[in-house]
């Protein structure tokens, strides 16, 4: 739950979502669920000679099970409350 509640937070940030099968999308994040699912609008491929046919795709849904990494806000990452969130859960609390 403790990223899903950071996600949350940033809603309406650009965000870099890398996908298990290396295509890169940058996006504005529209909205994420439970299961870290992505929604993303205003899209656009990181690598585009590598994918010409993504060109066209503006919004998008991304399972978040073939979710790699997601590059987040330089500015927007709060490490103190990550690291206390990150501390409080593996207290069990």
């Known amino acids: 739950m403790l ?11 650009e965000v870099v979502v890398e996908l298990k099968n290396d295509l890169a999308i940058r996006g504005t994040l529209r909205s994420v669920d439970q299961y ?42 709060d490490v103190e409350l990550l690291h206390d969130a990150t501390r409080r859960e593996a207290r069990g609390g």
């Open 3 to 13: 990223f899903f509640s950071y996600f949350k937070e940033i809603v309406g940030r």
């Open 36 to 77: 870290l699912n992505i929604k993303l609008e205003n899209t656009r491929v990181v690598e585009q000679d590598k994918y010409p046919h993504m060109l066209s795709v503006r919004n998008c849904f991304i399972r978040g099970s073939v979710v790699r990494y997601v590059q987040l806000p330089s500015d927007g990452v």
